[in-house]
């Protein structure tokens, strides 16, 4: 019921209040995140909570599988804003584990109106066609392809004038590839960090006299 969830709202408020006393008062003045966290809508992986994180302390986007496009006017307006307004130092790609939008990309169904947003999670599939070739089954493909869907979400951030223009200008930003166990709750680590334009390939590195103009 909706009056359960108005209920449970100020349950909370007080809690948080009561715990921290000026609390809201203190974050309305301001918010400084050091984290924009970059994961999927499902329900199943709610961002402040899996990382302990209180209001005011995590940027979000979320979108189906986690995708950063570069025709995605919203997802690039909200790191836009978080990278020089807020001055993040980190952007975190958080996919997970049994995706159901990474599950229906390596579907051959027809879903309607998503399809063309999952296809670029097929692209992904179809480019590291041997590497989901390798693995023994259907659960295996979805989790692999969902780590490969991280990583290429990583590579499209850092492609971004918006990156690209805060390295130039020595800002401190990385941004990091985590994957969520649904199963477990637990995040685990991709290991990749990037906080440099050292490793672009050349045809999206933006030249510095480029930037400067
Ligand atoms: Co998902």
């Not at 449970?8 to 984290?35: C, H, M, S, V």
């Not at 199943?44 to 940027?59: D, K, Q, S, T, Y």
């Not at 001055?87 to 049994?98: A, N, P, Q, R």
Request: net charge negative.
């Amino acid at each position: 019921m909706l009056t359960d969830l108005l209920g449970n709202n100020r349950d909370w408020a007080a809690r948080i209040e009561r715990e921290q006393p000026g609390f809201f008062k203190r974050l309305a003045a301001q918010q400084t995140p050091e984290y924009l966290w970059i994961g999927c809508s499902d329900s199943r992986v709610p961002a402040n909570e899996i990382v302990g994180m209180l209001p005011g302390e995590l940027f979000v986007h979320r979108n189906i599988a986690n995708l950063v496009l570069h025709t995605d006017l919203n997802c690039l307006s909200v790191i836009h804003f978080a990278v020089n307004v807020l001055k993040v130092k980190h952007i975190i790609v958080c996919g997970h584990y049994g995706c159901g939008g990474v599950r229906a990309a390596l579907s051959n169904q027809d879903y309607g109106l998503i399809d063309h947003w999952l296809r670029h999670i097929k692209d992904i599939g179809y480019h590291c066609r041997d590497i989901l070739d390798a693995e023994p089954d259907e659960q295996h493909r979805v989790d692999r392809l969902c780590e490969l869907n991280v990583l290429q979400q990583v590579e499209n951030i850092c492609h971004t004038g918006i990156a690209q223009k805060a390295w130039q200008r020595g800002q401190s930003l990385a941004i990091h590839g985590w994957i969520y166990s649904i199963e477990d709750g637990l995040i685990k680590d991709l290991k990749v960090d990037i906080d440099c334009v050292d490793s672009m390939p050349a045809i999206y590195s933006l030249r510095q006299e480029a930037l400067q103009a």
